[in-house]
Every structure is written in C-alpha cells, then in structure tokens.
C-alpha cells in the first residue's frame, strides 16, 4: 500500500504540490490497451482549473507526458509512467504555515506524520493537486473496461453543495441514462445548478468555502464482480474514495437510510425483466455480499468544505502558543466539489478494473476480444 | 488482499458457515506478545449468541483453538493460527436457497461470483458467523496495541436501532471517559436502550429484522499515524469495515453534515490545553489529510437489516423463473447492531496496529517497551 | 510476504514442529478445481518418513484435514484451508538446545530473531516439518496446472547425494520424458542410485549426514509466462526454493558453467521443429528476459546436509560461555535430499499457477476449459 | 510485485531502452535520509559506460533527476521518484530483430509474453539500461542503512571472467576489510585483474562476449534479520538478484559445494571471539534458518555472457520461417560482469532495508538515531 494500490493493477502516485512534477506509474497493465489521448485530455481538463470560474486562480495545463509503457498508441504491458511538471507555483505564499498551521488542513497532522521533514509548501504530498494523476489513472482504466466490453462506465454526478441539494431522485432507468449537460458541473436539475453556482460565488466573495455530496453510479456491471469480506466491492471502493482528499463519509445505496428500515423493506425483491434478473428496488445499491448484482452500483460520497480560505481564523501559533489570527493568501478553490467528481470516477473505474481481472484470472469471466 | 488483509500484520480469513471450522491466520505478529485468554474470552462472548435474547438461536460457543504461534503464553512471531469449531448446524434447512435465492442476501450474488461451486449451507464463507475469528484477531490487535502504550483503545456504542436514536450527544471529554452498563449492548441513554430492546423483540416476533448505527471512537491515539492518499487512516478503517458484512454506510466525524458547512465553521480551531495541542471542536473526526491529530477519531457506521427473515416476501424461483413467495427457515438475528459492536472495536484496533506498525519501522515513534 | 506468498494465489503456511498441528491456507484459488484426493495422499507419502528407511525415526502420518474452501470435492474459490496434526512429538528431546545451540541450524538465529520467544522444541517453525503443508499446496496447484491445459508438470530428480553424481545427461527428449522407477528416490541411474542409497546408510551408522543436489524440469511450459525484473521466472522460484529449508544454491540451465562460455556457445539458436519454434541447445534453462520460452524450464537446487547430527560436535554452551560438546538427542534425517524432491516439484507448480493467472489475467492467454 | 518489489519499502521500476526516460518510485521510504548527492553521482558512475574502455560503445551519462520526496537534501517519507533521460539512442539499428529474434536475448519471449505490443527498441523494458535506476534506489538504501548504524554495506567483488577465476581466498578477516584498487573492476588479485580485461579486450575483438560470477560480502550484518520460509534472507536475495539481468545462478556460503559435504563438515562450530559469538568457518554463509547469524553473508552470482554479438550467428527468419545469419547491429558490452557489481550491491542493500524494516516494525531492533 502506501502511495501504492492494487494487486492486478498497481498504481503508485507521487509529487508534490510545489515540487518539479507529480506523477503516477501503472504497473500491470495487460498490453493492447489503446490510448485515446483526447479522452485523456477531456478527463484531465474535467479535473483542471483552467477556465474555470467556480475553481482556484491556480491555473495548472497538467499535460501528461508518458516516459514509458506506451509504443505505437498502445500499452506495452510494462510499467506506464506519466508526469506531469508543476508550472504555476508560488511557493512564498506558504511559508508562514510552518509556524501558523491551518486548521482542518494536514499542516499540523503532516509534521507529526514526517517529523518536520514534509514538503510543507501548497500542501506538500497532501495537495489535491496529486489527484490529477489519478485522473489520468482513472482516463486508462476506462479505456480498459471499455476495451473488455463493460457497457456503461461508472458517472458521477452532483447531488448537494453547500447544502443546496438537487431534488432530482431520478429512476434506475433515469440513473441508467445519466447525462449531463457540463460535464465540468454536472448536476441533473437545472435550477438547482444555477444555485449551487452562486452560492460557490458568494463563498468566493466571502473568502470562505462549501462542501457537497457527489454520487457516482455505474449502471449496470457484469455480476459477481468482488468478494466477500477484505476485497469486497465496497471495501475496494471505500479504500479509494477515501484517498481522495476532503471525504469525509462514503454510503451504498440507501445507505445510512437502509439503518432505519425493517427487513422486509431493506430487502431488493427479484423478478425477471427482459430475460434478465433485476431486482425491484435497488437500497443495496447493487451489492450483496461485497458481489455486484447486475443492477446499478451506486454510492454516494461527502465531500467537506476545502480547509484553505481567505477569511480570518483562529489558530495556534506553535512558537509562541499563541492563538493568533490566520489569513491564508495561497490561490484555493472555493469548493472542490465539481473538480472531485471526475476523480470520484476515475477511482470507480479503477476499482472495477481490479475487479475485472480478479475474474479473468479466476476464469470466471471473459473478455469482449 | 483476498481474504489476507494488511501488510505489517496479515490477516487470513478462512471458513464457511457449515464447514468443519472457522478461523484466521495472524502473520507477521511481533513476538512477546502476552495472550490474555480472559479478554479473548470475554470478547468472543461479546460477539455470540449464547446467552443472549436479542440474538438467533443457533448458539455457538466459539471456542478458540491456539495451533500455533503462542508458546508459554506469547506470542514467538510466527504465524498464529487459530480456529473455531462450527457444532450448532442444520444445513438442511438452506437447500431451497439454491433455487430461491434470499432478497438482501448473497445467494445470487455468490452463485453468479464462484460459478455456482460455492458452500451454500447457511450462507458459507458469506456468513457473519466468519466474523468471530475477526474478533478474535481485534481482541489480539488490542493487546498489542496496550503493550505498546496506547492508553485508549476504540471503543463501540450504538448510536441507532431501527430508527430509534441515542439523543446523547457527550462532548469529547465524555467520548474520552465512554463506559457502558452493558457491553453487549452498549448504549449510553439507558431508557433509550430499553426502546432498543423492544423494538428488537418486536421484530423478531414479526419475523422480521432490524438495522442501526453504531459508532466507533478512539479517544486519543497518538499524533502522526496514517498517511496520505492509499494509507490514510480513513481508507484503512474504511477497507476493514466495509468487510463487514451489513455495513451499507461509514462517515468520519461529523461526516455527511460536514458537507452542508462553511469552511469557516467546519475547521476545527487548534488551542493549547494541559500543554497539549488539541482542537476546539472536532468536526474532522481526528483525522487530517488521513492523519491522525491527537484528537478522538469517531467514526459511524450504517448497518442494514438482516436479510434473512422468517417473514414472507417475494422471490425469484431460478428453476421456473416464476415469482415465488419464500418463507426462509434457518436461524437469524432480528437485528445484528448489538453483535457487531465487538466486530467494529475489532477491525479498527487492527488498523491502529497496521499504522502504529508502519510508524515504527520509519522511526516516527517507539513504543512503550 | 512473511509466511504468505503470492499475488494472484496466496499461501500462507502456519505451525511449529511440537504444536498442536500445521496447515496452510490457500486463498484466490478459482473455483472448481476438482480435488484428486488420492494425489494428495499419494504426494504427502512421497514427503512423508512413513516406510522410508532413509529417513527420520519421527514417522508422522501427515493426514490432511480441510477446514473450508472445498464442497462436493471442489474447490469453492474461498480460501482453502488444511491442517495436520502432529502427533509424533517428544519435546524434553530439544530441552538442551536453549543453552548449547546447534551448529549449522537456526537455534541461535532463531533466538536472535524472536527475542527468546521462539517455540524451540523440535526446531519450531523453523522445522522441514512445515513443508508438508507446502506439498500440499503443490499438489492443487499440479491440479490447478493440469485443468488449464499444461500438459507436463514439474519433475524433480536427485543429481548427487554426498558427492556421488548421477553420471546422466538425458538430452532435451529424454528430459522430456522423464520417468523413474521409484518417485521417493528418484535417479535415473540405477547403479547410481544404489551407491547413494549405501551412502545414506552408512552415513546413519556414523551418526552424520549428507547433501545433495536435486534437478527440477519442467517439460514444455507454455511459451510467454513470467516478466522482467521483479517478477521474472527466476525471481518467483528462487523466492520459493530459497524458502524451502537446507537449500544453499540454485542455477538455472547451464548455470555457473555459463558463466565461462562466450556469448556465441552460449547463446541458443533459435529453429523449427514440428512447427514448433525450438532451441538447438537448452544452455538458458528455458528463461529468456525472465520469461519461458517454452524450451524445458530446467534448474539444479543444493542442499546442504542436515545440520542435526548425533555425532559429537563442538558448540558454545550460552551459560557458562564455554565451548562444549554436543550430542544431539532427537531424530533427524540422515539426508533429507529424496523427501525434497517433491517439496521442490510443490513449490515449482506453485511458481506456474501464479505466472499462469497473471497471463490469464492479463488477457494473453486462455485456459483449456 | 511486477515491477514492484518490497513490502516496507516499495520500489517501482520502469522505462524502455529507448523511450524518453526510465526510473524508479521509491515509496515508503522513512523521512528525514540525507541524501549524499556525491555517493549517487559515484554510484551511477560506477554502473556507466562512460570512460569505460570494457562496456558498451553506447555512453549515457545517467543523470538522475529528483521529482519528488525530496526536500531541503532529505527524503520527506512521501513517495521518491526520480527519472533518468535516454539520450544516446539509435533506433533504427533494432528493426531487424522483429523478425530475426537474437538467440539468448528476451526477443521472442518478450513478443510472446507481450502479445506483440512490446518496445522492441534497444530491447525495451529488458534492456539492462533499466538497472541504472536500481542502481539510484540501492545508493538511498545504502544511506538509510548507514544511518541506521548498519558498519558494513555489502560489497562486491569480480570472482571469475571468461573463466579466469581469481584465486584469492579471503579469510573471513579479510574478507571484512575487502577494499579495492579499482571500484569499477573490483578484482582482489591483481595479475588476474589484468588477464580479465585483457579476455574483455579480445572477446570484443572477436564480437563475441565473455560472462563471469561475482561475489556479494556483508561482512557483518546485524544477527536475527531475516525470516524462515518465505522472507528467508536468501528469499529476498534471491528475488531482487534474479531480477538482474543475464544472472543464471546463485549460491549462499560454500554453496553447491555444501552438498557434498557431510554434516560433520558442513556445520560451523560456534566460538567466542572479542566477546562476540561466531563461528570457526562460514560454510553457511552467515545466514541459518534464513537469518543473519552476524557472521559475513556471502553469496556468488553466476552472469551469462552478453547475449547481443557482433559475430555472426544462426537465428530463425519469423517470416521465412527459415533459418539464416544474424549479425547485430547495435552497441552492446563484450562482458557486462564489472558493471553489474554495483547493481548487485544495490539489490543487496535494498534486501538489508527490507529486513531490517521488519525487525524495527517488530520491536526487535533499535535504530542508532
């Protein structure tokens, strides 16, 4: 584990926020994978900064440059590095919080963890900016689970910010044809969109933050996809989604509502539609046992309010344990929460793809070529 | 990962409901461990059924039997193996699973996932009966962990059953001092608890089930445990839990409401208290960029109904592909909440022993040796 | 790793010589593997001292009890686990052995390594005894092997016992069709054989013990298996023969005599026969860049001669710091050479079901269901 | 594993030959390593072609360029990763050996382990160039080993070329203060020296390649590292030494030669010397159980020649499928044994990492900080 994840696939991110580049390799990668480097492209710019209003004054390219693991436009089956080089940086910004660390942000928690010798500028290792790897991570696993015939790849999708929440409680069928119109903010009700932008503009303004809830659905994987128990597909999942920073709560399904029901109500009757066995209602999201079902898998994830705003706060001042008053300059994103999403299904899809070759290897499964 | 977790301490699950025997493998233990057989005792009696009302009842006793890696009371460092004979069984009654395959439970999934060779019989490796040897590994995790200092180990309360809420809501202090009247049951609002019981029986006597929240906190481990990104505490806890079978949600502090907050009422404003750093409020559950501050880590965790229930409900019969209604006999819990308490206490002490570990071999800390 | 190997399979071996039993876990297996228990039998006798006149006076019966992961004499595809039970033990035996270590064993080491917590009766952990288990394992994965379609398993031969040489040098056909006329002793020379089997004898008279060197070959393992670096074929039975106690050496192909040749000896050239692209010579052991070329997979393992010997020898007595004489009680082989062989055919087999599933996984090779 | 090896400190190598860069990730590092800019310069220098009369026309400077986990001249305990550009590539020289295989190089098991999809440019991902990295990751662990009070690093030394075998045999003394005129020759006898390069010389004359064994010391590694079973210190040598390149053979202490000898012999007597315990002879090569016994660890590697000739050779047309001459094109080295010293000290000292993580990780050892 560590910066490293995976037993088929094995993906190890590196970088910091300030530092010279980021990057990630994947290692095992079956060879033959085609890379669409527009869709790649399209995933990093989802993730990026760049003419984006409601996103940090950090404006970062993050053009992948591939070293290795990719001749002729296809994965070699060896070990594909991707970096991407830092630019924009503006490492002086930081220097006061050595001293002052921010609260709800890993200043404090990161010396501990390193004994002081962190790369503490922009965040260090702890900057959401090592998501942009994962982006491109997640860019190739798609590619994967589309080259081995998964039909619909896993889609986020906005479900509250700031605690505005979209009323849309749209059907498995609605859910099956999720689409959006931004992908970039991609909410289903169009009201409640225009919303959620203004209250990240108003947040802007007050140098403060928000925080939301995504959920991220993948409408209908193969069956018996997991495990029971440590490699369950909740677990595979959960330890992904919790890598990513600011989450806060993670829940399948109906998730902490399945808690209040009965039984009899919790449980997803079967019947047959269309020659396929499908279940009526769909609180377990699509798992059971820690094994995809068939039907939509579908979770839903919390996202807290980014730690770095402008607006005056308390903090400890750690050579004069003083309680101070800390105004962070650095450039920070009111509300990460549309940028997360394409992460959210990057780490879906990657998840899936660890599940996917744990069935090939077990012959259980085969795929579309 | 399979059913081996961890990579300073492996963990090797192993077993079926109605199989010769349970239990687990403990690799890579450090040597010197004392076993106090009285605690595994008394943790493994937390988790069973014997003797207790709100449980089903097939009563095992779950005798644990040492094979190797304990020799004059501690631990020598190599592998402990230990098992758990299953001697209540009546596997009889799961034969019409085969056709009619429980809503809510994994018998389809489980079919669709070993190609139909899995152990059925009351529902094999999936049942929560593989849970006890996890007990068993936590009650070793604890030891270890107070051999090495920790003064706190994680401690579960109920927070919910069946939609009837513990209205406590103790401040950190009060979390640091949680003591229960009955560990079995561990709810800090005594006529709250009684609601709890008679819901339970209630159910049960509907022939039906019940789910609930239950709540996990760690009131002080030290500072600087955990890592960014793959290791964060949040994603090892998050991995082990979502093991558990019936877990559907898990949120870290105050979770899914920290998604409705400001920045600026969501951080948690650091000051000096006894000459210790801590935070004012707690609202990131002690965890910081997937570290460990110093401050109680609490987390919650959604448990959904039991799925297997007496009462009738609507199934496909695979043969005639007809809707059928099933009537499930068996033995079951009408609610799991109280039983898994010890489950969760179990899986978060080996994810502090997992990071207590990874700490010692970087030098970041020593133990109490 | 620890005492758990493997990546697409995961073998996780318990026990001490003197405790109440041994095992081992197999987990990841695949499904429906059918389990030939007369093959298991057949090669746990191989193994076993049971009516071998060349082995240890201890004759443990080595039954194998499976706790879970089999049904309807199949693999189910959760984990596998089997025990035996020692039965045969006399431990005031290795009383002595605290204070006066024995030379060329792990004695001290052990005690070094475990803090003084090691179970020493009998050699603990440390025993040959552990790889029954180990041949266990081997013979599902010599299942495992022959339900994906290779046609010729690994077969292990003795080159030399006590410096007496088989004087044999099959070609690439004879190797191929390697057969012996006793698999518990198994040479190609029938002289040869009887010389070594005197030596054996004599050596037990004396009180002393033997070595030898034991070849391993598989016949025509499918072209393509294996990777560069780290998980080359090399790398994966080195890692697993290294693992098996007493071994000193491995060479692959020619092995140390390549090291004198020129590149135009060494290399072998490529040609066609019956279709089949073939090597003229076999100098490489059938490993290219790590990977099989489907050329026999030839490799030559040393073993030492068994450090527990009833002659008197010299040691420190860790007491009085003195050097002292040592005579060692217990029973030991007098060469543990034959009962190797299969110990080595076991953990090549499992070497080619983890490069094996790493192929299917990778989607480059199908199996023959 | 794939191309990550370790399980306290992870190393994730890649890069092809002639891509645009090859490199490693070092992840789980500890923080706070000093990194000795002038020992890794040293270190690569040792490894290169340049101003190495005896290697590769092909003369790349190896600059190792630091991207991350590296802050004010320390490791920060996030992920290391550092990169190495191709600049001295000549493509076009390797087009032929897509269809004209090279006997005893990874050409046709590499096409068939890749499906096809493999760089084929320089021999890619098995191209020796990637050992450079490991050359980068051994100078960090030979840093953290000396400041973890670590007296002696392994050293190696040229014990054969061509045949031309070195005829000193150390004492144990010797052995523990080896030291050499030449680090980028290490031979102990100089006359030898000097034949060797005059073999290398004429070898290269005659487009042909020489091979040759080298021998690993660490004079005195701390007793009690290591496991028994499957992270034996000969186990984790074993897998990174098989991971080399062009290696066919290892052996630990006398060696192949043990097994000839009777236990009598073979075992080496302990004996106090300087208050210290060792042994009388290191027949086992320092390690017993697969532990350090603190006596030397020695081991020789067996190094085929350079598969790549100029001299003319009969390979198989895979279009003719006729059978023709093969000249090569390309710069190859007439014997890389000399360069490949410093690769196996590096694996060596990342082992020594590795064990002595798992003895910190244990409680079993403190560090000397």
Redo the contacts between chains.
């Keep these: 584990?560590?910066?490293?994840?995976g037993?088929?696939i094995?993906i190890?991110?590196?970088?910091?926020s300030h530092?010279?580049?980021?990057?990630v390799?994947l290692?095992?990668l079956?060879?033959?994978i085609s890379l669409d480097m527009d869709l790649i492209e399209k995933e990093m710019y989802r993730r990026s900064a760049v003419n984006n209003p409601y996103a940090t004054p950090r404006k970062e390219k993050d053009v992948v440059?591939?070293?290795?693991?990719v001749?002729?436009g296809?994965?070699?089956?060896?070990?594909?590095?991707a970096?991407i080089k830092n630019e924009n940086t503006r490492s002086k910004d930081y220097a006061q919080l050595l001293v002052q660390?921010?609260?709800?942000?890993?200043d404090?928690?990161?010396a501990?963890?390193?004994?002081?010798?962190?790369?503490h500028r922009g965040g260090?290792?702890?900057s959401g900016r090592?998501t942009a790897p994962l982006v491109f991570a997640g860019a190739v696993a798609k590619m994967y689970l589309k080259s081995?015939g998964f039909e619909h790849l896993p889609v986020a999708r906005i479900l509250?910010i700031?605690?505005i929440e979209d009323p849309c409680e749209p059907t498995v069928s609605e859910l099956e044809n999720l689409s959006f119109r931004d992908e970039r903010f991609p909410v289903l009700h169009s009201a409640t969109e225009e919303k959620m932008k203004g209250a990240i503009l108003r947040?802007a303004e007050?140098e403060?933050?928000?925080?939301?809830?995504v959920q991220v659905v993948t409408a209908s994987p193969p069956?018996?996809?997991?495990?029971?128990?440590?490699?369950?597909v909740?677990?595979?999942i959960?330890?992904?989604?919790?890598?990513v920073?600011a989450?806060?709560?993670?829940?399948?399904?109906?998730?902490?509502k399945?808690?209040?029901?009965?039984?009899?109500?919790?449980?997803?009757?079967?019947?047959?539609q269309n020659g396929k066995?499908v279940?009526e209602t769909n609180?377990?999201?699509g798992?059971?046992?820690?094994?995809?079902?068939?039907m939509p898998v579908v979770f839903q994830v919390?996202?807290?309010?980014?730690?770095?705003?402008g607006?005056a706060?308390?903090?400890?001042n750690l050579s004069s344990?003083q309680?101070e008053t800390l105004k962070i300059k650095g450039r920070h994103d009111p509300c990460i929460v549309p940028r997360v999403c394409v992460v959210l299904e990057a780490v879906t899809a990657i998840a899936w793809m660890e599940c996917w070759?744990?069935a090939?290897?077990?012959?259980?499964i085969e795929?579309a070529?």
């Design positions: 584990m560590g910066s490293t994840w037993n088929h094995q190890t991110l590196f970088g910091e530092g010279p580049g980021i990057g390799v290692d095992k079956p060879p033959g440059e591939i070293l290795s693991g001749f002729n296809a994965t070699t089956g060896t070990p594909l590095a970096i660390p921010r609260p709800g942000h890993a404090l928690t990161g501990a963890r390193y004994s002081g010798f962190q790369d260090g290792h702890f090592i081995q509250a700031g605690g947040a007050d403060d933050s928000l925080g939301g809830v069956p018996g996809l997991g495990d029971p128990f440590f490699d369950s909740e677990s595979r959960a330890h992904l989604v919790f890598s920073p989450v806060k709560g993670l829940s399948f399904g109906a998730g902490f399945l808690s209040a029901m009965r039984g009899s109500q919790a449980n997803d009757p079967y019947r047959i066995i279940t609180h377990n999201g798992l059971l046992g820690g094994i995809s079902s068939g919390a996202i807290k309010p980014t730690a770095s705003i607006k706060q308390k903090t400890l344990k309680v070759m744990e090939l290897k077990n012959g259980c795929s070529d």
